[in-house]
């Protein structure tokens, strides 16, 4: 399991070094999230890309389901922008607020 977060923290590792040659690039990648339904106090949700994916990025966003179809996007860490959250929808025309 420790070899696949070393080739994980690699692999970013060189997305964040193109980044700093190419300052107009942007690099998105996504991380799974679970629900650890025997945690009963606290935050049930485990990043299964572990610290490593967490600590790389830049600017951290979760996004989840909000009321109907409205979703929510919450700035979780981000040295540019204050926390905060929006709410959108996604329709057959684009996004919506």
Do not use: W
Not at 42 to 48: A, D, V
Not at 63 to 73: D, H, I, Q, T, Y
């Amino acid at each position: 399991m420790f070899q696949f977060y070393g080739l994980l923290r690699g692999h970013l590792t060189d997305l964040l070094t193109l980044t700093n040659i190419f300052p107009e690039l942007v690099v998105v990648y996504t991380n799974q999230v679970k629900i650890k339904p025997d945690v009963f106090y606290g935050n049930p949700t485990i990043h299964l890309g572990g610290n490593v994916v967490a600590h790389m990025s830049t600017t951290r966003v979760y996004l989840r389901k909000g009321k109907g179809e409205e979703r929510v996007a919450k700035i979780v860490k981000s040295p540019y922008l204050p926390e905060g959250e929006a709410v959108f929808c996604i329709t057959e025309g684009g996004i919506t607020d």
